[in-house]
DNA sequence: CGATCTATTGAGCCTATTCAACCGTCGTGG
DNA sequence: CCACGACGGTTGAATAGGCTCAATAGATCG
Protein backbone atom coordinates (compact mmCIF):
# COMPACT_ATOMS: atom_id res chain seq x y z
CA UNK A 1 0.00 0.00 0.00
CA UNK A 2 1.50 3.20 -0.88
CA UNK A 3 1.36 5.93 1.95
CA UNK A 4 -0.81 9.13 0.51
CA UNK A 5 -3.18 10.80 2.42
CA UNK A 6 -5.33 13.49 1.12
CA UNK A 7 -7.70 13.53 4.42
CA UNK A 8 -7.63 12.84 7.80
CA UNK A 9 -11.03 11.76 8.96
CA UNK A 10 -12.19 9.85 6.01
CA UNK A 11 -10.50 6.65 5.87
CA UNK A 12 -8.00 6.79 2.70
CA UNK A 13 -8.29 3.24 1.69
CA UNK A 14 -12.10 2.89 0.85
CA UNK A 15 -10.78 4.35 -2.79
CA UNK A 16 -8.19 1.53 -2.85
CA UNK A 17 -11.11 -0.74 -1.99
CA UNK A 18 -13.11 0.40 -5.02
CA UNK A 19 -10.16 0.60 -6.94
CA UNK A 20 -9.72 -3.34 -6.39
CA UNK A 21 -13.18 -3.98 -6.71
CA UNK A 22 -13.57 -2.68 -9.63
CA UNK A 23 -10.68 -4.39 -10.60
CA UNK A 24 -11.80 -7.93 -9.39
CA UNK A 25 -14.93 -7.41 -11.24
CA UNK A 26 -13.17 -7.14 -14.30
CA UNK A 27 -11.07 -9.78 -13.96
CA UNK A 28 -13.70 -12.53 -12.99
CA UNK A 29 -16.62 -11.47 -14.86
CA UNK A 30 -17.42 -10.33 -18.59
CA UNK A 31 -18.41 -6.39 -17.74
CA UNK A 32 -20.27 -4.50 -20.51
CA UNK A 33 -18.37 -1.08 -20.02
CA UNK A 34 -20.84 2.02 -21.47
CA UNK A 35 -19.85 5.42 -21.96
CA UNK A 36 -22.68 7.36 -21.11
CA UNK A 37 -23.38 11.27 -21.32
CA UNK A 38 -25.45 13.39 -19.05
CA UNK A 39 -29.38 12.54 -19.48
CA UNK A 40 -28.42 9.20 -20.49
CA UNK A 41 -30.44 6.19 -19.00
CA UNK A 42 -28.40 3.18 -17.51
CA UNK A 43 -32.05 1.47 -16.98
CA UNK A 44 -35.54 2.30 -17.16
CA UNK A 45 -38.17 1.75 -14.44
CA UNK A 46 -40.05 -1.42 -15.36
CA UNK A 47 -37.84 -2.91 -17.83
CA UNK A 48 -36.41 -6.45 -16.72
CA UNK A 49 -33.73 -6.55 -14.58
CA UNK A 50 -30.74 -8.66 -15.84
CA UNK A 51 -27.50 -7.17 -14.82
CA UNK A 52 -26.06 -4.70 -11.96
CA UNK A 53 -24.30 -1.57 -12.79
CA UNK A 54 -21.63 -0.11 -11.92
CA UNK A 55 -20.12 3.48 -11.74
CA UNK A 56 -16.69 3.95 -12.76
CA UNK A 57 -16.76 7.57 -13.32
CA UNK A 58 -18.80 9.83 -13.80
CA UNK A 59 -21.92 10.73 -11.71
CA UNK A 60 -25.86 8.70 -11.74
CA UNK A 61 -28.86 9.71 -10.19
CA UNK A 62 -31.35 7.05 -9.44
CA UNK A 63 -35.05 8.80 -9.77
CA UNK A 64 -37.95 6.81 -8.44
CA UNK A 65 -41.01 7.30 -10.54
CA UNK A 66 -44.74 6.97 -8.80
CA UNK A 67 -47.54 5.94 -10.10
CA UNK A 68 -48.77 9.38 -10.88
CA UNK A 69 -45.83 10.28 -12.70
CA UNK A 70 -44.24 12.59 -10.43
CA UNK A 71 -40.42 12.20 -10.60
CA UNK A 72 -37.99 11.88 -7.18
CA UNK A 73 -34.15 11.92 -7.19
CA UNK A 74 -34.18 8.93 -3.92
CA UNK A 75 -30.07 8.55 -4.37
CA UNK A 76 -27.26 9.94 -5.65
CA UNK A 77 -24.06 7.34 -7.07
CA UNK A 78 -20.34 7.91 -7.66
CA UNK A 79 -17.37 6.26 -8.61
CA UNK A 80 -17.45 2.44 -6.91
CA UNK A 81 -21.31 2.62 -6.20
CA UNK A 82 -23.30 -0.08 -7.11
CA UNK A 83 -26.55 0.42 -9.46
CA UNK A 84 -30.13 -1.73 -9.37
CA UNK A 85 -29.87 -3.53 -6.54
CA UNK A 86 -33.52 -2.37 -5.70
CA UNK A 87 -34.16 -4.41 -8.43
CA UNK A 88 -32.88 -7.93 -7.29
CA UNK A 89 -36.15 -8.98 -5.51
CA UNK A 90 -38.69 -8.15 -7.80
CA UNK A 91 -37.20 -8.45 -10.99
CA UNK A 92 -37.78 -5.54 -12.43
CA UNK A 93 -36.45 -1.54 -11.90
CA UNK A 94 -38.43 0.49 -9.77
CA UNK A 95 -36.51 3.06 -10.51
CA UNK A 96 -34.73 5.28 -13.52
CA UNK A 97 -30.82 5.71 -13.70
CA UNK A 98 -29.79 8.40 -15.13
CA UNK A 99 -26.24 9.84 -15.65
CA UNK A 100 -25.37 13.18 -14.58
CA UNK A 101 -22.19 13.80 -16.13
CA UNK A 102 -20.16 12.03 -19.09
CA UNK A 103 -18.34 9.06 -17.39
CA UNK A 104 -18.21 4.87 -17.59
CA UNK A 105 -20.74 2.43 -16.15
CA UNK A 106 -20.09 -1.51 -16.11
CA UNK A 107 -22.68 -4.02 -16.22
CA UNK A 108 -22.70 -7.13 -15.17
CA UNK A 109 -25.07 -9.96 -15.29
CA UNK A 110 -26.48 -10.69 -11.84
CA UNK A 111 -26.59 -14.39 -12.58
CA UNK A 112 -23.19 -14.54 -13.62
CA UNK A 113 -22.22 -12.18 -10.73
CA UNK A 114 -23.41 -15.25 -8.13
CA UNK A 115 -21.80 -17.76 -9.98
CA UNK A 116 -18.10 -15.92 -10.03
CA UNK A 117 -19.28 -15.08 -6.37
CA UNK A 118 -19.57 -18.54 -5.44
CA UNK A 119 -15.06 -18.93 -5.94
CA UNK A 120 -14.37 -15.73 -5.77
CA UNK A 121 -15.88 -14.38 -2.02
CA UNK A 122 -14.45 -11.16 -1.98
CA UNK A 123 -17.10 -10.82 -4.90
CA UNK A 124 -19.36 -11.21 -2.54
CA UNK A 125 -18.15 -9.16 0.17
CA UNK A 126 -17.76 -6.45 -2.30
CA UNK A 127 -21.98 -6.87 -2.85
CA UNK A 128 -22.86 -6.89 0.32
CA UNK A 129 -20.61 -4.15 1.49
CA UNK A 130 -22.43 -2.01 -1.33
CA UNK A 131 -25.56 -2.96 -0.52
CA UNK A 132 -25.00 -1.91 3.29
CA UNK A 133 -23.54 1.20 2.40
CA UNK A 134 -26.42 2.62 0.73
CA UNK A 135 -29.24 1.44 3.45
CA UNK A 136 -26.60 2.86 5.95
CA UNK A 137 -26.65 6.02 3.97
CA UNK A 138 -30.33 6.15 2.73
CA UNK A 139 -31.19 6.07 6.69
CA UNK A 140 -28.91 9.34 7.30
CA UNK A 141 -31.02 10.70 4.25
CA UNK A 142 -34.02 10.33 6.35
CA UNK A 143 -33.07 11.65 9.56
CA UNK A 144 -31.90 15.10 7.48
CA UNK A 145 -35.05 15.22 5.74
CA UNK A 146 -37.07 14.66 9.24
CA UNK A 147 -34.46 16.18 11.64
CA UNK A 148 -33.00 19.47 9.62
CA UNK A 149 -34.69 22.85 8.39
CA UNK A 150 -33.88 23.73 4.78
CA UNK A 151 -30.67 25.36 5.40
CA UNK A 152 -29.64 22.47 7.15
CA UNK A 153 -30.44 20.24 4.78
CA UNK A 154 -28.35 21.96 2.03
CA UNK A 155 -25.22 21.73 4.19
CA UNK A 156 -25.75 18.38 4.74
CA UNK A 157 -26.11 18.06 1.53
CA UNK A 158 -22.90 19.78 0.39
CA UNK A 159 -21.00 17.71 3.39
CA UNK A 160 -22.30 14.21 2.13
CA UNK A 161 -21.19 15.25 -1.39
CA UNK A 162 -17.37 16.56 0.02
CA UNK A 163 -17.27 13.85 1.78
CA UNK A 164 -18.23 10.96 -1.31
CA UNK A 165 -15.55 13.22 -3.26
CA UNK A 166 -13.01 12.79 -0.16
CA UNK A 167 -13.39 9.14 0.19
CA UNK A 168 -12.66 8.25 -3.42
CA UNK A 169 -9.37 10.89 -3.47
CA UNK A 170 -10.46 13.76 -5.38
CA UNK A 171 -10.42 16.85 -4.11
CA UNK A 172 -13.42 18.17 -2.13
CA UNK A 173 -12.84 22.03 -1.46
CA UNK A 174 -14.11 22.29 -4.82
CA UNK A 175 -17.08 21.23 -5.86
CA UNK A 176 -19.39 21.42 -9.00
CA UNK A 177 -22.84 20.04 -8.93
CA UNK A 178 -23.81 18.92 -11.94
CA UNK A 179 -27.45 19.36 -10.86
CA UNK A 180 -30.18 22.03 -10.95
CA UNK A 181 -31.56 23.73 -8.30
CA UNK A 182 -34.63 21.82 -8.92
CA UNK A 183 -32.70 18.52 -9.24
CA UNK A 184 -31.34 19.33 -5.56
CA UNK A 185 -34.71 20.48 -4.18
CA UNK A 186 -36.29 17.69 -5.61
CA UNK A 187 -33.34 15.35 -3.61
CA UNK A 188 -33.92 17.55 -0.37
CA UNK A 189 -37.65 17.54 -0.15
CA UNK A 190 -37.94 21.27 -1.07
CA UNK A 191 -38.15 23.80 -3.58
CA UNK A 192 -35.56 25.64 -5.79
CA UNK A 193 -35.97 28.91 -4.40
CA UNK A 194 -35.30 27.42 -0.98
CA UNK A 195 -32.21 25.77 -2.14
CA UNK A 196 -31.43 28.97 -3.83
CA UNK A 197 -31.79 30.94 -0.77
CA UNK A 198 -30.10 28.48 1.73
CA UNK A 199 -27.11 28.95 -0.70
CA UNK A 200 -26.96 32.31 -0.56
CA UNK A 201 -26.98 32.03 3.29
CA UNK A 202 -24.65 29.71 3.46
CA UNK A 203 -22.11 31.55 0.94
CA UNK A 204 -23.33 34.74 3.03
CA UNK A 205 -21.60 33.20 6.28
CA UNK A 206 -18.64 32.08 4.50
CA UNK A 207 -19.14 28.66 4.56
CA UNK A 208 -19.37 28.21 1.43
CA UNK A 209 -18.30 30.21 -1.99
CA UNK A 210 -19.31 30.60 -5.61
CA UNK A 211 -16.50 30.03 -8.36
CA UNK A 212 -17.46 31.48 -11.51
CA UNK A 213 -21.11 33.43 -11.97
CA UNK A 214 -22.19 29.74 -13.26
CA UNK A 215 -22.89 28.99 -9.91
CA UNK A 216 -22.66 25.74 -9.66
CA UNK A 217 -18.78 25.09 -8.29
CA UNK A 218 -19.00 25.17 -4.77
CA UNK A 219 -15.81 26.28 -2.72
CA UNK A 220 -15.71 24.87 0.79
CA UNK A 221 -13.19 26.43 2.88
CA UNK A 222 -13.43 24.09 5.61
CA UNK A 223 -15.80 21.29 5.52
CA UNK A 224 -15.70 20.94 9.28
CA UNK A 225 -18.13 24.59 8.93
CA UNK A 226 -20.63 22.83 6.90
CA UNK A 227 -21.06 19.90 10.41
CA UNK A 228 -20.76 22.20 12.69
CA UNK A 229 -23.79 23.98 10.70
CA UNK A 230 -25.62 21.18 10.64
CA UNK A 231 -25.09 20.19 14.04
CA UNK A 232 -26.20 23.50 15.51
CA UNK A 233 -29.12 23.56 13.54
CA UNK A 234 -30.21 20.00 14.23
CA UNK A 235 -29.85 21.19 18.50
CA UNK A 236 -31.61 24.09 18.24
CA UNK A 237 -34.93 23.44 16.23
CA UNK A 238 -35.63 27.18 15.53
CA UNK A 239 -32.53 29.02 16.76
CA UNK A 240 -31.56 32.27 14.89
CA UNK A 241 -28.11 33.63 14.60
CA UNK A 242 -28.84 37.65 13.76
CA UNK B 1 -35.31 -25.32 -8.28
CA UNK B 2 -39.00 -25.24 -7.13
CA UNK B 3 -41.69 -23.73 -8.97
CA UNK B 4 -41.18 -20.24 -7.41
CA UNK B 5 -43.14 -16.50 -8.99
CA UNK B 6 -42.95 -13.27 -8.22
CA UNK B 7 -45.91 -10.97 -9.11
CA UNK B 8 -45.59 -7.78 -9.58
CA UNK B 9 -47.33 -5.68 -7.50
CA UNK B 10 -49.40 -8.15 -4.68
CA UNK B 11 -47.76 -11.22 -4.38
CA UNK B 12 -49.93 -13.68 -2.30
CA UNK B 13 -47.24 -15.93 -2.10
CA UNK B 14 -45.29 -13.87 0.02
CA UNK B 15 -46.16 -15.10 3.29
CA UNK B 16 -45.12 -18.65 1.88
CA UNK B 17 -42.05 -16.90 0.91
CA UNK B 18 -41.46 -15.95 4.46
CA UNK B 19 -41.51 -19.09 5.73
CA UNK B 20 -39.78 -20.76 3.24
CA UNK B 21 -36.74 -18.81 4.38
CA UNK B 22 -37.47 -19.02 8.22
CA UNK B 23 -37.60 -23.07 7.55
CA UNK B 24 -34.57 -23.06 5.46
CA UNK B 25 -32.59 -20.41 8.09
CA UNK B 26 -33.71 -22.95 10.84
CA UNK B 27 -32.51 -26.28 8.86
CA UNK B 28 -29.10 -25.14 7.63
CA UNK B 29 -27.84 -22.70 10.35
CA UNK B 30 -27.62 -22.68 14.21
CA UNK B 31 -30.28 -19.83 14.74
CA UNK B 32 -30.20 -18.27 18.00
CA UNK B 33 -34.08 -17.69 19.05
CA UNK B 34 -34.76 -14.70 21.11
CA UNK B 35 -37.38 -13.73 23.14
CA UNK B 36 -38.39 -10.29 22.48
CA UNK B 37 -40.35 -7.53 24.48
CA UNK B 38 -41.61 -4.37 23.88
CA UNK B 39 -38.49 -1.87 24.63
CA UNK B 40 -35.92 -4.85 24.27
CA UNK B 41 -32.87 -4.01 22.03
CA UNK B 42 -31.91 -6.58 19.55
CA UNK B 43 -28.68 -4.69 19.01
CA UNK B 44 -27.41 -1.44 19.86
CA UNK B 45 -25.17 1.35 18.11
CA UNK B 46 -21.81 1.36 18.01
CA UNK B 47 -22.18 -2.36 19.26
CA UNK B 48 -19.54 -5.32 17.22
CA UNK B 49 -21.59 -6.17 14.15
CA UNK B 50 -21.61 -10.34 14.30
CA UNK B 51 -24.96 -11.53 13.22
CA UNK B 52 -27.89 -10.81 11.36
CA UNK B 53 -31.26 -11.09 12.76
CA UNK B 54 -34.35 -11.81 11.40
CA UNK B 55 -38.22 -11.08 12.93
CA UNK B 56 -39.90 -14.42 13.60
CA UNK B 57 -43.22 -12.69 15.16
CA UNK B 58 -43.88 -9.39 16.60
CA UNK B 59 -42.56 -6.00 15.08
CA UNK B 60 -39.32 -4.39 15.30
CA UNK B 61 -38.29 0.02 14.79
CA UNK B 62 -35.15 0.79 14.17
CA UNK B 63 -33.69 3.62 15.53
CA UNK B 64 -30.70 5.46 14.53
CA UNK B 65 -29.29 7.81 16.84
CA UNK B 66 -27.41 11.07 15.84
CA UNK B 67 -24.16 12.69 17.29
CA UNK B 68 -26.07 14.87 19.34
CA UNK B 69 -28.27 12.38 20.90
CA UNK B 70 -31.28 12.74 18.70
CA UNK B 71 -33.47 9.70 17.72
CA UNK B 72 -34.67 9.15 14.68
CA UNK B 73 -37.04 5.82 13.75
CA UNK B 74 -35.49 5.36 10.26
CA UNK B 75 -37.31 1.79 9.92
CA UNK B 76 -39.65 -0.68 10.80
CA UNK B 77 -39.99 -4.48 10.51
CA UNK B 78 -42.13 -7.04 10.69
CA UNK B 79 -41.88 -11.09 10.18
CA UNK B 80 -39.36 -12.06 8.09
CA UNK B 81 -37.67 -8.92 7.57
CA UNK B 82 -34.07 -9.29 8.05
CA UNK B 83 -32.17 -6.78 10.70
CA UNK B 84 -28.66 -5.59 10.53
CA UNK B 85 -27.70 -5.34 7.79
CA UNK B 86 -26.76 -2.03 7.38
CA UNK B 87 -23.98 -2.95 9.58
CA UNK B 88 -22.64 -5.77 7.20
CA UNK B 89 -20.14 -2.78 5.69
CA UNK B 90 -18.91 -0.99 8.53
CA UNK B 91 -18.73 -3.78 11.34
CA UNK B 92 -20.47 -2.22 13.74
CA UNK B 93 -24.04 -1.42 14.29
CA UNK B 94 -25.06 1.95 13.15
CA UNK B 95 -28.35 1.97 14.63
CA UNK B 96 -30.44 0.59 17.63
CA UNK B 97 -33.16 -2.38 16.96
CA UNK B 98 -36.11 -2.13 19.37
CA UNK B 99 -38.71 -4.63 19.57
CA UNK B 100 -42.33 -2.90 19.92
CA UNK B 101 -44.25 -6.08 20.97
CA UNK B 102 -43.57 -9.04 22.68
CA UNK B 103 -42.08 -11.35 19.75
CA UNK B 104 -39.04 -14.06 18.60
CA UNK B 105 -35.95 -12.97 17.14
CA UNK B 106 -33.76 -15.42 15.16
CA UNK B 107 -29.65 -14.50 14.97
CA UNK B 108 -28.00 -15.92 12.50
CA UNK B 109 -23.57 -14.93 12.87
CA UNK B 110 -22.44 -13.84 9.57
CA UNK B 111 -20.32 -15.61 8.40
CA UNK B 112 -22.18 -18.90 9.39
CA UNK B 113 -24.77 -17.26 6.96
CA UNK B 114 -22.34 -16.71 3.98
CA UNK B 115 -20.63 -20.17 4.41
CA UNK B 116 -24.09 -22.08 4.41
CA UNK B 117 -25.11 -19.93 1.13
CA UNK B 118 -22.21 -21.10 -0.45
CA UNK B 119 -24.02 -24.43 -0.70
CA UNK B 120 -27.56 -23.17 -0.51
CA UNK B 121 -28.01 -20.98 -2.94
CA UNK B 122 -31.58 -20.22 -2.04
CA UNK B 123 -30.22 -18.69 1.70
CA UNK B 124 -28.43 -16.39 -0.67
CA UNK B 125 -31.70 -15.63 -2.93
CA UNK B 126 -33.54 -14.92 0.39
CA UNK B 127 -30.42 -12.37 1.84
CA UNK B 128 -30.28 -10.41 -1.64
CA UNK B 129 -34.37 -10.20 -1.91
CA UNK B 130 -34.23 -9.12 1.98
CA UNK B 131 -31.95 -6.20 1.07
CA UNK B 132 -33.39 -5.13 -2.18
CA UNK B 133 -36.95 -4.81 -0.22
CA UNK B 134 -35.14 -2.52 2.17
CA UNK B 135 -34.06 -0.47 -0.77
CA UNK B 136 -36.75 -0.40 -2.38
CA UNK B 137 -38.51 0.72 0.60
CA UNK B 138 -36.26 3.03 1.59
CA UNK B 139 -36.85 5.03 -1.61
CA UNK B 140 -40.40 5.06 -1.08
CA UNK B 141 -40.33 6.18 2.17
CA UNK B 142 -37.95 8.90 0.59
CA UNK B 143 -40.37 9.82 -1.80
CA UNK B 144 -43.15 9.90 0.48
CA UNK B 145 -41.24 12.72 2.86
CA UNK B 146 -39.89 14.48 0.51
CA UNK B 147 -43.35 14.97 -1.82
CA UNK B 148 -46.60 14.43 0.87
CA UNK B 149 -48.06 17.21 3.13
CA UNK B 150 -48.78 15.76 6.49
CA UNK B 151 -51.97 14.01 6.41
CA UNK B 152 -51.06 12.53 2.95
CA UNK B 153 -47.85 10.94 4.61
CA UNK B 154 -49.78 9.41 7.57
CA UNK B 155 -52.06 7.59 4.91
CA UNK B 156 -49.62 6.54 3.21
CA UNK B 157 -47.88 5.21 6.72
CA UNK B 158 -51.08 3.32 7.26
CA UNK B 159 -51.58 1.63 3.62
CA UNK B 160 -47.74 0.80 4.21
CA UNK B 161 -49.03 -0.89 7.54
CA UNK B 162 -52.09 -2.52 6.14
CA UNK B 163 -50.11 -3.47 2.79
CA UNK B 164 -46.88 -5.68 5.42
CA UNK B 165 -50.32 -6.91 7.50
CA UNK B 166 -51.36 -8.37 4.36
CA UNK B 167 -48.34 -9.79 2.39
CA UNK B 168 -48.25 -11.88 5.81
CA UNK B 169 -51.51 -12.83 5.31
CA UNK B 170 -52.75 -11.50 8.49
CA UNK B 171 -55.93 -8.88 8.57
CA UNK B 172 -55.18 -5.85 6.79
CA UNK B 173 -59.04 -3.84 7.88
CA UNK B 174 -57.99 -3.67 11.83
CA UNK B 175 -54.60 -2.78 12.34
CA UNK B 176 -53.03 -1.88 15.74
CA UNK B 177 -49.95 0.41 15.81
CA UNK B 178 -47.53 -0.20 18.45
CA UNK B 179 -46.57 2.94 18.61
CA UNK B 180 -47.23 6.42 20.19
CA UNK B 181 -48.28 9.24 18.11
CA UNK B 182 -44.85 10.65 19.15
CA UNK B 183 -43.07 7.29 17.35
CA UNK B 184 -45.06 8.10 14.26
CA UNK B 185 -44.26 11.54 13.97
CA UNK B 186 -40.91 10.82 14.48
CA UNK B 187 -41.03 8.30 11.72
CA UNK B 188 -42.85 10.40 9.29
CA UNK B 189 -40.97 13.52 10.10
CA UNK B 190 -43.51 15.59 11.70
CA UNK B 191 -44.76 16.29 14.95
CA UNK B 192 -46.74 14.41 17.55
CA UNK B 193 -49.93 16.97 17.08
CA UNK B 194 -49.66 16.28 13.68
CA UNK B 195 -49.62 12.95 13.74
CA UNK B 196 -53.31 13.52 15.67
CA UNK B 197 -54.39 15.99 13.99
CA UNK B 198 -54.41 14.13 10.28
CA UNK B 199 -55.68 10.82 12.16
CA UNK B 200 -58.78 12.81 13.24
CA UNK B 201 -58.81 14.43 9.70
CA UNK B 202 -58.94 10.85 8.26
CA UNK B 203 -61.29 9.51 10.42
CA UNK B 204 -63.84 12.59 9.77
CA UNK B 205 -63.47 11.48 6.22
CA UNK B 206 -64.24 8.13 7.37
CA UNK B 207 -61.40 6.58 5.81
CA UNK B 208 -60.44 5.28 8.96
CA UNK B 209 -62.00 4.62 12.15
CA UNK B 210 -61.22 3.89 15.81
CA UNK B 211 -61.98 1.51 18.32
CA UNK B 212 -62.20 1.36 21.35
CA UNK B 213 -61.01 4.21 23.39
CA UNK B 214 -57.77 3.66 23.38
CA UNK B 215 -56.88 5.22 19.71
CA UNK B 216 -54.42 2.54 18.44
CA UNK B 217 -56.43 0.17 17.15
CA UNK B 218 -57.14 1.44 13.72
CA UNK B 219 -59.66 -0.10 11.42
CA UNK B 220 -59.47 0.64 7.37
CA UNK B 221 -62.70 0.10 5.86
CA UNK B 222 -61.18 0.17 2.43
CA UNK B 223 -57.42 0.07 1.83
CA UNK B 224 -58.09 1.75 -1.69
CA UNK B 225 -59.10 4.81 -0.06
CA UNK B 226 -56.06 5.37 1.67
CA UNK B 227 -54.68 5.10 -1.40
CA UNK B 228 -56.78 7.23 -3.38
CA UNK B 229 -56.38 9.96 -0.79
CA UNK B 230 -52.24 9.60 -1.02
CA UNK B 231 -52.40 10.13 -4.54
CA UNK B 232 -55.44 12.90 -4.78
CA UNK B 233 -52.35 14.71 -2.03
CA UNK B 234 -49.61 13.66 -4.55
CA UNK B 235 -51.09 15.22 -7.76
CA UNK B 236 -52.20 18.12 -6.35
CA UNK B 237 -49.90 20.11 -4.21
CA UNK B 238 -52.66 22.71 -4.31
CA UNK B 239 -54.25 22.24 -7.68
CA UNK B 240 -58.09 20.96 -8.51
CA UNK B 241 -59.59 18.29 -10.18
CA UNK B 242 -63.33 18.11 -9.87
C1' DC C 1 -57.29 8.53 44.45
C1' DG C 2 -53.37 11.12 42.68
C1' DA C 3 -49.52 10.67 39.41
C1' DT C 4 -48.10 9.87 34.97
C1' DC C 5 -48.42 8.98 30.26
C1' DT C 6 -50.84 9.46 25.92
C1' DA C 7 -53.96 11.69 22.95
C1' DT C 8 -56.85 15.58 21.30
C1' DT C 9 -57.78 20.20 20.14
C1' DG C 10 -57.25 25.26 19.90
C1' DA C 11 -54.56 29.74 19.09
C1' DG C 12 -50.73 32.21 17.45
C1' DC C 13 -46.51 32.19 15.18
C1' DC C 14 -42.89 31.00 12.00
C1' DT C 15 -40.85 28.60 8.25
C1' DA C 16 -41.05 27.35 3.73
C1' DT C 17 -43.97 27.64 -0.26
C1' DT C 18 -46.17 30.19 -3.87
C1' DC C 19 -46.25 33.76 -7.06
C1' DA C 20 -43.77 37.09 -9.29
C1' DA C 21 -40.20 39.98 -11.17
C1' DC C 22 -35.63 40.28 -12.70
C1' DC C 23 -30.91 39.07 -14.35
C1' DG C 24 -27.34 36.54 -16.97
C1' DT C 25 -26.11 32.99 -20.25
C1' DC C 26 -26.63 30.45 -24.24
C1' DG C 27 -28.24 29.12 -28.83
C1' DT C 28 -30.74 30.20 -32.93
C1' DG C 29 -32.15 32.63 -36.66
C1' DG C 30 -33.50 36.82 -39.03
C1' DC D 1 -24.59 41.37 -35.59
C1' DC D 2 -28.24 41.78 -32.59
C1' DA D 3 -32.90 40.25 -31.40
C1' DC D 4 -35.20 36.82 -29.42
C1' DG D 5 -36.65 33.12 -26.51
C1' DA D 6 -35.49 29.40 -23.42
C1' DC D 7 -33.38 28.20 -19.34
C1' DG D 8 -31.24 28.47 -14.82
C1' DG D 9 -30.63 31.27 -10.90
C1' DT D 10 -31.68 34.94 -7.42
C1' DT D 11 -34.58 37.69 -4.70
C1' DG D 12 -38.85 39.90 -2.81
C1' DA D 13 -43.75 39.86 -0.96
C1' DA D 14 -47.62 37.43 0.50
C1' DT D 15 -49.72 33.15 1.84
C1' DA D 16 -50.43 28.86 4.12
C1' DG D 17 -49.14 24.65 6.24
C1' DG D 18 -47.13 22.82 10.06
C1' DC D 19 -44.94 23.88 14.55
C1' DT D 20 -44.98 25.64 19.31
C1' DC D 21 -47.30 26.47 23.30
C1' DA D 22 -51.04 25.48 26.18
C1' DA D 23 -55.19 23.50 28.12
C1' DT D 24 -58.06 19.44 28.58
C1' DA D 25 -59.35 14.68 28.94
C1' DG D 26 -58.91 9.67 29.06
C1' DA D 27 -56.11 5.64 30.45
C1' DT D 28 -53.17 3.05 33.37
C1' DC D 29 -51.05 1.90 37.55
C1' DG D 30 -49.47 1.80 42.10
Redesign the pocket.
Known amino acids: MTGERIHPSCDESFGQRIAQTLQLLQASLPVQRRMVHAGDKIYRVGQEFGSLHVVSTGMVKVVNLSADGREQVVALHFRGDWLGLEAIATGSYACDAVAMDTGEVWSVPYAQLLTAALSQPQLLRALHDAMSRQLARDHDSLQSLCAL???ARVASFLHYWADAMAKRGLRTDQISLHM???EIGNYL?????????A??RLARCDIIR?LE????EIHIPRVEALDSFVRQAAAL??A?SD
Chains 1, 2 share one sequence.
Open positions: PTDTRAGMTLESVSRLSFKGRRPAI
